[in-house]
């Protein structure tokens, strides 16, 4: 079985430019997050999807961040634009519905350098 | 809110020392406690967990009581092996979400 799947592992952009991260979630896996460390902090809570539906985006930046997960399959990550202060590992996390926080897979994240 | 502090790395040790990794949290309420684990080049891995006080999780070697009375949830290995080299992560369930520490880099030396 697949586990979470992110793409691109490392993205070089410059500053005023759009990233566009993508997370597959384990197939069947319903509850689908994002999740942010920059470095040196603590890996922080952006945003939670049940299905296509955004329950909690609570932890996002700002409006520069757009998530989405059209069908309830994939999700994306959009950042647009970049700024200095948005590098840092992105990460993916899916869980079944019901599944708690020990039940959460995450995927190896996303590298973001923002230059 | 919710958090979790725990110590700054990195850390080096000798292969077949013991570690110890320092947690303490913040919390209302009764959350669950977890360690995880994140290899060269992998995703994050949960290594073990706690789910109520004087509870104690272990995984391949290492282990971490719940410690209400000193709100902490400390990581011990006996033995290290340079396997063991990754950077671990202590955290608490906050609903569904998350709470993490900022991670320490453990090293270990042939």
């Known amino acids: 079985e697949a586990g979470v799947t992110q793409f691109p592992s490392h993205s070089v952009i410059e500053k005023g430019q759009t990233v566009t991260l993508r997370c597959d979630p384990i197939s069947g896996h319903d509850n689908l997050y994002w999740y942010r460390r920059v470095m040196g902090k603590e890996i922080k809570f952006l945003l939670h999807f049940v299905k296509e539906s955004k329950q909690d985006e609570s932890g996002m930046p700002n409006n520069r961040f757009l998530a989405e997960r059209t069908g309830g399959t994939y999700s994306t990550l959009k950042v647009q634009p970049a700024e200095l202060e948005d590098s840092g590992v992105y990460f993916c996390a899916s869980s079944t519905l019901g599944g708690g926080a020990e039940k959460l897979f995450f995927g190896s994240g996303t590298q973001l350098s923002v230059l | 809110g919710d958090s979790v502090t725990q110590m700054e790395g990195p850390v080096t040790l000798s292969e077949e020392a013991f570690l110890t990794i320092n947690c303490t949290y913040t919390?209302?309420?009764?959350?669950?406690l977890f360690w995880y684990v994140q290899y060269p080049g992998e995703g994050l891995q949960l290594l073990l967990k706690a789910t109520k006080a004087d509870d104690k999780g272990s995984n391949k070697g290492f282990e971490a009581t719940y410690r209400k009375e000193t709100t902490s949830f400390h990581l011990e290995k006996g033995s290290v092996q340079v396997s063991d080299s990754a950077v671990y992560f202590c955290?608490?369930?906050?609903?569904?979400?998350?709470?993490f520490g900022k991670g320490t880099s453990l090293l270990v030396t042939p």
């Open positions: 955290a608490l369930s906050s609903g569904y979400a998350l709470n």
């Open positions: 919390a209302t309420g009764y959350p669950s």
